[in-house]
């Protein structure tokens, strides 16, 4: 497979580097966030180079994907202000394969229900 050729999200594996919009490493993929049942993609958590934290990078800011890299549309510094990843935010939808997870929101359904 081409360095170039386009994989899906569900094919990104945990360790990919992240480069960033001015061609710079700035972290490796610790995590897919999607919804496996529906294939939402919702982005990456990355842990970032030399810091001890990760950031969720989301599907609008992921630029490309590829087998040996993915490519973000932010620059190192947009990167590194993001606010730290929030593990409380997420739940496990299921582990799919041995090198990566996927990871999704869920919408509350009792805020749903009328009261009474």
């Known amino acids: 497979m081409s360095e170039n050729q386009p994989i899906s999200w569900r094919s990104i594996v945990y360790g990919t580097p992240v480069i960033s919009r001015d061609n710079e490493p700035v972290g490796r993929v610790h995590e897919v966030l999607g919804d496996d049942a529906d294939d939402i993609f ?57 090198l990566r997870k996927h990871l999704g929101w869920e919408k509350d359904s009792r805020s749903d229900e009328e009261p009474g």
């Open 42 to 98: 919702h982005g990456l958590r990355v842990a970032l180079a030399g810091r001890h934290r990760d950031v969720m990078v989301s599907v609008d800011e992921v630029a490309s994907m590829g087998p040996d890299a993915v490519q973000v549309a932010l620059t190192r510094s947009d990167i590194e202000a993001l606010q730290t990843y929030d593990e409380e935010a997420t739940y496990h939808l299921a582990s799919v394969g041995w």
